[in-house]
């Protein structure tokens, strides 16, 4: 008999979503990089285009990393509890 399995369910769905929030955060890196090589890396520019662009990027790592937690958080206490039945 599958106990919590909804539990399971939602931290399996959290950390397959956190995974390809992962991949797209990946490829917008690339293209964070790819835009600026592709501009001449103008310095003087540099620090507008990572303010508008790059804190962007660097705040969108936080709540990938929070939804994968969440999922590994969920793993943990329903192993917690089938170990505490045993």
Not at 66 to 86: D, F, H, M, P, W
């Amino acid at each position: 008999m599958e106990q919590h399995k909804g539990l399971r369910n939602a931290a399996y769905v959290c950390q397959k979503l956190a995974l390809f929030g992962g991949v797209l955060w990946i490829i917008n890196v690339v293209l964070f990089f790819v835009q600026y090589f592709s501009a001449g890396m103008q310095w003087p520019n540099f620090r507008v285009f990572v303010e508008g662009y790059g804190g962007g990027i660097i705040a969108a790592i936080i709540p990938i990393l929070l939804i994968y937690a969440s999922g590994g958080v969920i793993n943990l206490l329903l192993k917690i509890e089938e170990n505490t039945r045993k």
